[in-house]
């Protein structure tokens, strides 16, 4: 009867410990992928941010928005990765904050 029992509880030992790692190890690839999604939007709202003080930088300084991401980018530092990102700018006159979307590039 106790040989029996035993049997049991090593069988059960022997079922649970790789259930419950495998439990922890996805537990642990939901929690990064959920941390590597957020700073994708994060990265994409500082950048969107980065170009609207850009533009409003330039209105302070010379009295217009610039005309388009070019000029930004060789007057005012910005940096942007094509790569990764697609920037929709839309300038309507030179005395309008410009229309601009930040888009994540899929691979």
Excluded: K
């Amino acid at each position: 009867m106790r040989r029996i029992r035993s049997g049991w509880i090593s069988l059960l030992r022997g079922l649970l410990l790789p259930v419950a790692v495998a439990a922890v190890l996805l537990c642990f690839a939901t929690a990064v992928e959920s941390l590597d999604s957020g700073r994708v939007e994060e990265d994409m709202r500082q950048l969107e941010e980065t170009l609207r003080r850009g533009c409003v930088a330039c209105y302070a300084a010379e009295g217009m928005y610039p005309p388009d991401l070019e000029y930004l980018e060789e007057h005012y530092g910005i940096q942007i990765d094509e790569t990764r990102y697609t920037v929709r700018y839309s300038a309507f006159a030179e005395n309008l904050m410009p229309d601009i979307t930040v888009l994540e590039n899929t691979p």
